[in-house]
């Protein structure tokens, strides 16, 4: 790993979701569909991305809340299946994860003869986030501080600086493919590209970047 003196050191950011109503709510697919077409592609990312921020004591069996209503609000096994395989990580941007969403939902309408409708407890309600971010005042200097900086990170650090920069950025890049670019080191930045962020945990998202950095730093690159 070569280094660059005129290089900006890393600043490490912390982050917070507060979540805000939209006042829209569904209770079947065609007002689910209808409230799709024109809702705030903030409240997509929420719905995608948010519930990785929220406590949780154990993994849930479907990883968006699109999937986990139609699964236990309207009992659409079949479409909850469909959804639930959904990988935002991929899409070039909201709109297009959104139109993936239309698109699975008017395809079951085609479907079913009669339209599922949830008990009134279990309407969805679209909410968005709104992201409180917080400096925690670390630096990173040199690209091999990562080994030992990422493993000490707060979740909420994780999740800024690998998965909300890639909404912030143009070319859809992590932080810290961001700042790594500087250093001429094109072989690191193409493995944290390979990392899938949305299947797992946050906690385990930040194992697989301390073993990438590990294994990459370890066995002796130079630059």
């Not at 995608?48 to 659409?76: C, I, T, V």
């Not at 698109?103 to 992201?131: C, N």
């Not at 493993?151 to 909420?156: D, E, F, I, L, T």
Request: proline content about 5%.
């Amino acid at each position: 790993m070569s280094t660059n003196a005129n290089v900006e050191p890393f600043s490490v950011k912390d982050c917070a979701l507060v979540t805000i109503a939209t006042g829209k709510k569904a209770q079947n697919l065609k007002e689910m569909r209808e409230h799709l077409l024109n809702i705030h592609l903030g409240s997509v990312y929420h719905h995608f991305w948010g519930g990785l921020l929220s406590p949780r004591f154990d993994e849930p069996e479907y990883k968006n809340d699109f999937a986990q209503w139609a699964h236990y609000a309207l009992q659409d096994n079949i479409l909850a299946e469909r959804l639930s395989v959904i990988d935002p990580d991929p899409f070039v941007n909201l709109e297009s994860l959104r139109q993936k969403l239309i698109e699975l939902i008017e395809q079951r309408l085609d479907e079913v003869e009669t339209v599922g409708w949830a008990k009134p407890d279990m309407q969805f309600h679209f909410l968005r986030s709104q992201m409180v971010v917080f400096d925690t005042h670390g630096k990173i200097e040199e690209p091999e501080e990562l080994l030992e900086a990422v493993p000490k990170m707060s979740v909420g650090s994780i999740f800024y600086h690998f998965i909300d920069a890639r909404r912030r950025s143009p070319e859809m890049l992590d932080d810290f493919r961001t700042w790594l670019r500087s250093f001429g080191d094109h072989d690191l930045c193409t493995q944290l590209a390979a990392v899938d962020p949305y299947f797992g945990p946050l906690v385990e998202l930040r194992r697989q970047l301390t073993d990438l950095f590990a294994k990459y730093f370890f066995r002796g690159v130079t630059g």
